[in-house]
């Protein structure tokens, strides 16, 4: 009887992290997606309700405005802009940052 429900919940659990593990789905800052070209890309959608004018990543300043997309290595960067947040962006993808607080 327990087994079943074990493997029934691994399954599951399983299933809802593929998306992040294969590059697409949700995250806590915003979402992943494969890119078209298979470069690895940052897209910053959110001005931390207004308080944000000009985005630091890795401690310079982000050469792209707003929701434009930008050139970036894979692995884990530092967005600065009103408060701090640290990512892993996945080789060959589109991170699109669309929110400042981590949803729970």
């Known amino acids: 009887m327990l087994r ?3 493997i029934t919940c691994s ?4 299933a809802g992290c593929s998306g992040l593990w294969a590059g ?3 995250t806590p800052y915003g979402k992943v997606s494969f890119s078209e070209d298979g470069r690895t890309y ?3 959608n959110s001005t931390n309700g207004g308080r944000c004018n000009r ?3 890795d401690g310079h300043y982000a050469q792209r405005s ?3 997309q930008l ?7 530092t967005l600065s802009c009103g408060v701090e947040v640290t990512f892993k962006v996945p080789k060959g993808t589109l991170y699109s940052l669309n929110r400042w ?3 729970q």
């Not at 050139?71 to 960067?77: D, K, L, M, R, Y």
């Open 24 to 26: 697409d789905g949700e």
């Open 71 to 77: 050139e970036i290595s894979p692995g884990t960067h």
């Open 66 to 68: 707003f929701g434009e």
């Open 55 to 57: 985005v630091v990543l």
């Open 11 to 14: 399954l599951t659990l399983l």
């Open 4 to 6: 079943p429900l074990l």
């Open 42 to 44: 940052l897209s910053v």
């Open 101 to 103: 607080q981590a949803w």
